[in-house]
């Protein structure tokens, strides 16, 4: 497919759909959360899987859709965790990688155009108990 992947509709309610194309009412929407591990990953990517992982699920990114993604990110960071203790990491490894951080918002840069929901406000047992009262 030719030209740039198209904006999520999410993305682009939040930023008032500036091109003022349709939406997409259909967009599939999958649950948050970190999947299992896929049963292909290799055991020595496990520890950069959960690390990862635990990154994502706390911005509030990650969706049981994005399990393979997150594996092959995570196997991509072993690699070069690898490569680090022979040497200089290849470039292509640092391009694959980066691209990994763009689509889970990893950097700085990335995070502005990642919008999220807001978490849920839970009410302390104080104030639960002054309503009650």
Not at 4 to 31: D, Q, S
Not at 55 to 83: C, H, Y
Request: proline share 12%.
């Amino acid at each position: 497919m030719a030209g740039r992947p198209p904006k999520p509709t999410a993305l682009k309610l939040a930023t008032g759909n500036p091109g003022k194309r349709p939406l997409n009412a259909l967009e599939p929407t999958p649950v948050l959360g970190l999947p299992k591990p896929p049963a292909w990953m290799p055991e020595r990517v496990r520890p950069f899987w959960d690390e990862l992982g635990a990154i994502v699920v706390r911005m509030g990114v990650m969706t049981e859709a994005d399990g393979p993604a997150l594996a092959m990110f995570a196997s991509l960071m072993a690699d070069a965790a690898e490569a680090m203790k022979e040497g200089p990491v290849r470039k292509e490894i640092h391009s694959e990688i980066r691209a990994y951080c763009t689509k889970f918002g990893i950097t700085p840069a990335d995070r502005v155009r990642v919008k999220v929901a807001e978490p849920e406000k839970k009410e302390s047992v104080v104030a639960s108990f002054l309503r009650l009262a």
